[in-house]
C-alpha cells in the first residue's frame, strides 16, 4: 500500500515539474508566464525564449509524462500506466511550484502515451505533425491529435486506453477553450511554417 501512494505521489511531483518556467528563469531570466500568452508549454517557451528553449521545455515535459507512465513498471506493481501518467498531467496542470496552475498538458499527456503503447504515441505525434504542417497552429493539431486518439484507441480494444484518451481529450479542449474562441475569431497565434502560415503570408 505504501508503495502504491509512493507511487502516485512520485507521479504528481514529475509532473509538477515546470521546465518552461525553469528554462525560462535560470537561463533567460524571464517568467515566461508574463509574455506572450503566459502559458508555461512549449508553444509560449518557443516563442518568447527562443528554439532551444522550447525544445528543451517539449522534450523535458514529454519524458516527465513517460517517466511517470513507466513508475508501475519501476515498482514491479501491476496497475495500469495510464492511471499513474494521468496523476502527473494533474501535476502539470497543477503544479505546487507555480501556486498550482500550470500549462495545457499536451506534451505531458503524449509522454504517458509513450510510455504506455509506443506504436499508439507514433501514430497519435504523425497526425499532430500533419495538422500542425496544414494548420500553422498547436492548439487546432493538439485537439484534432486527441480526438483521433480516442477514435484510434477503440481499435485496441483497451477499455483503460479508451477511458482515459476520452478524459484527456476532454481536458485538452477545456483548456484550449481561450484557444477555440480565437480560433472562430481569426484571431489565434500561428507558428512560422505551415500551409496555413504560407498561404496567409502572401495575402
Not at 8 to 29: D, T
Not at 40 to 62: E, K, W
Not at 77 to 93: D, E, Q, R
Request: net charge positive; hydrophobic share 55%.
Amino acid at each position: 500500500m505504501i508503495s502504491i501512494v509512493l507511487m502516485f505521489v512520485l507521479s504528481y511531483f514529475l509532473g509538477a515539474m515546470v521546465p518552461g518556467f525553469w528554462i525560462g528563469k535560470l537561463f533567460y531570466h524571464k517568467d515566461i508566464r508574463d509574455e506572450g500568452s503566459g502559458n508555461i508549454g512549449t508553444t509560449n517557451s518557443f516563442r518568447v525564449l527562443g528554439p532551444v528553449a522550447g525544445i528543451m521545455t517539449l522534450v523535458l515535459d514529454l519524458l516527465k509524462g513517460t517517466a511517470a507512465g513507466l513508475l508501475p513498471l519501476a515498482f514491479n506493481s501491476t496497475i495500469n500506466p495510464m492511471l499513474v501518467g494521468l496523476v502527473a498531467v494533474i501535476g502539470h496542470t497543477f503544479s505546487i511550484w507555480i501556486k498550482f496552475k500550470g500549462g495545457k498538458a499536451v506534451a505531458t499527456s503524449a509522454g504517458v502515451l509513450l510510455a504506455y503503447n509506443p506504436q499508439f504515441f507514433c501514430l497519435i505525434a504523425t497526425v499532430f505533425i500533419v495538422m500542425l504542417l496544414l494548420t500553422s497552429m498547436v492548439s487546432v493539431s493538439s485537439m484534432v491529435g486527441f480526438s483521433i486518439a480516442v477514435i484510434v484507441s477503440f481499435y485496441y480494444h483497451d477499455m483503460v486506453l479508451t477511458v482515459v484518451a476520452v478524459a484527456l481529450t476532454i481536458f485538452v479542449f477545456y483548456r484550449h477553450r481561450a484557444n477555440i474562441s480565437r480560433i472562430i475569431h481569426g484571431t489565434e497565434s500561428t507558428v512560422p511554417f505551415g500551409l496555413y502560415h504560407y498561404l496567409h503570408k502572401k495575402k
